[in-house]
């Protein structure tokens, strides 16, 4: 069990965007201690780990919450969030392949500089 503070520095993600994601469906509801203070479990922690990549992968925040609201049904909408995310996979492999092609560009534009500075 961790308090609010710990599970921020242990995600790296702050104590007040935590509060966000929960406030805003992004986290499954998050459980409380008899003072009502946030008491974050490895699961929780999981979660922010999740949350944080698929974030980072330029996931929508709809997709994201529609994944934890499936998750907190059950079982059963699995295939569900598998879609989710086989879709986003692909988006981002279509992602990755422009950042190749851009690359590319850049890397002829060095090579031409560098021939420009030889003369």
Known sequence: MYKIKEAASLTGVSSYTLRY????G????????????????????AWIEIVTCLKQTNMPVAQIKEIVRLSIIGDDTIEDRKK??????KEMLCRVDELKKGIKKIDKKIAYYEGAIDC
Do not use: A, C
């Open 84 to 89: 989710i995310l086989l879709e986003h996979r």
């Open 21 to 24: 994601y929960e406030k805003e």
């Open 26 to 45: 992004i986290l499954p509801p998050i459980g409380r201690d008899s003072g009502g203070r946030r008491i974050y479990t490895e699961e929780n922690i």
